[in-house]
């Protein structure tokens, strides 16, 4: 039974159709080209795996011409297409990482997750959070790629993308930020990157399982906790026991006698003998 038969369910035109029987085919989107040198920009580029167990892959850019002890800022990329279409090599996406490296002299990991509907969300979101262990295990050494081991500071990493990839990338600030306070972010729009960043303060926790990501977060600021139930009822029993006292006291003032003299006249109290007299 041929594609012409076969039972729509959902046409996402001009891109691709899911077909009953689980079968997806991919109109457009689909376009790409291989990694290498581009003359015009003097870019090198490159595809590795990443994730084995996923087999998601990356592509990575960085200037033709470096010195051999030259460190450049790392600026991860997650490509847009509505967690469904293009890819890493799509030739849009290629061309403007090599004139974002070329222009800004950097090193860029572009992520290439994997696309629904053959792999429904969240592992798009999956994918994102294990590229950034990907790069961080680099900066710790656990890993052993020569392009981040030799060229990539990891004092200075941005996160970018597009499109409906800004969804991804939320997903993984916010775990991130339940994790520490973000020191160097880097959120994107539509209409296109904005960088922000500040120098990091410090490194997380040691023992952290985050700790490869010392270059972009710093430790939570101290918190004080509310106070408990118990705590709000014994001050509050305290302040009523504090005011008790204090009007029982004045109480007390108003119904002791004044103390004056035998002759003053706001004596109130008046011996025997003197009333006889």
């Known amino acids: 039974m041929d594609s012409t038969t076969k039972e729509i369910i959902l046409d996402i035109f001009p891109y691709l159709r899911v077909y009953k029987d689980g079968t997806v085919e991919r109109l457009a989107g689909t376009e790409v ?162 960088v922000t960043s500040r120098p990091p303060i410090g490194p997380p926790p040691a023992t952290s399982n985050t700790s490869f990501l010392r270059p972009c977060l710093q430790p939570p600021p101290p918190t004080q906790s509310p106070p408990s139930p118990s705590h709000v009822a014994a001050a509050g029993e305290e302040e009523e026991s504090t005011c008790s006292r204090r009007t029982g006291e004045e109480e007390r003032k108003k119904l002791m006698p004044v103390a004056a003299g035998p002759t003053s006249p706001s004596q109130p109290c008046r011996s025997a003998e003197e009333g006889r007299r």
């Open 33 to 194: 080209v291989p990694a290498g040198l581009d003359p015009k920009t003097d870019v090198l580029s490159k595809d590795i795996i990443i994730v084995p167990e996923t087999n998601v892959s990356a592509r990575l850019y960085r200037p033709n011409s470096i010195n051999n002890n030259q460190k450049l800022p790392l600026l991860v990329y997650f490509h847009g297409g509505a967690f469904c279409i293009a890819s890493a090599a799509e030739p849009s996406y290629h061309n403007s990482l090599n004139q974002l490296v070329s222009k800004a002299n950097i090193i860029i990991v572009s992520v290439d997750y994997r696309l629904a509907p053959e792999h429904p969300l969240p592992a798009a979101y999956e994918d994102s959070w294990a590229a950034l262990r990907w790069v961080a295990s680099n900066a710790a050494a656990a890993e052993n790629e020569g392009w981040l081991k030799d060229h990539a500071d990891f004092d200075r990493v941005f996160l970018a993308g597009d499109s409906a990839v800004v969804m991804s990338l939320d997903t993984v600030v916010l775990f991130l930020s339940l994790l520490y306070t973000s020191m160097v972010h880097i959120l994107v729009s539509n209409k296109g990157v904005s």
